[in-house]
């Protein structure tokens, strides 16, 4: 079945780091991708989305681009805030019929930014 | 536009009791989707519901249900509350339309403790 896989946290970086956390999916068809955030106490924040190969979801200096050929779809910022510091999920949605809009996510990657 | 609302935000249950929540989904919204968020199991799906009818369902036992309104408002029961049924209950909305995606819009939750 449909399923994604992403790194394990915690990932804990300085302020201005290079920011990669890596996702690879299982999935019949072709899904969307999906990169979620929440915040404490807080819901999931949609932070982007990619609707087919090759296309790259970008938002608040946040980037991931769909690659079909080895089912990924890695988060990546050039230059992390404090403020950035939440957990980030990765997610699949699946079109088949059976599973039809449902969102596969990922176990999630807390991220903690240092000043 | 006022986002997904959910009530109540905290919930304290006994083993045994049957609780409800709600959500009120983003304005003009018709799809409603109900996640379960465990430290342990991460994000499962729940079910969904469009124009008042389930249209998707995971993989939860039968004391698990939900209704939608005409007004696209939903509720999810849980009867026979056990012990592991102690999560945050996310809602997502998502506007269902001829060339419209399927992103969804999540709500803040609603932590639910059963003791």
């Known amino acids: 079945g449909d399923s994604v896989t992403q790194m394990e946290g915690p990932v804990t970086l300085s302020e201005e780091a290079f920011l990669t956390i890596n996702c690879t999916y299982t999935?019949?068809?072709?899904?969307?991708l999906f990169w979620y955030v929440q915040y404490p106490g807080e819901g999931l924040q949609l932070l982007l989305k990619a609707t087919k190969a090759d296309d790259k979801g970008s938002n608040k200096g946040f980037e991931a681009t769909y690659r079909k050929e080895t089912t990924s779809f890695h988060l990546e910022k050039g230059s992390v805030q404090v403020s950035d510091s939440a957990v980030y999920f990765c997610a699949l949605q699946s079109y088949r019929g059976s599973t039809l809009g449902r969102l596969y996510f990922g176990r999630g990657t807390q991220l903690t930014v240092w000043p | 536009k006022a986002g997904v609302t959910q009530t109540p935000r905290y919930l304290i249950k006994t083993r045994g009791q049957q609780v409800t929540l709600s959500c009120s989904p983003i304005?003009?919204?018709?799809?409603v989707s109900w996640y379960q968020q465990t430290p342990g199991q991460g994000l499962q799906f729940l079910f969904e519901y469009f124009s008042e009818t389930q249209r998707n369902k995971g993989n939860f036992p039968g004391r698990f249900s939900g209704r939608q309104f005409s007004n696209s408002r939903s509720e999810m029961n849980v009867s026979t509350l056990e012990l592991g049924d102690s999560a945050l209950y996310l809602c997502?909305?998502?506007?269902?339309?001829?060339?419209?995606?399927?992103?969804?819009?999540f709500g803040p939750g609603t932590r639910l403790t059963v003791t």
């Open positions: 997502a909305s998502s506007l269902i339309g001829t060339g419209v995606s399927y992103e969804q819009y």
């Open positions: 999935a019949t068809g072709y899904p969307s």
């Open positions: 304005s003009g919204h018709r799809s």
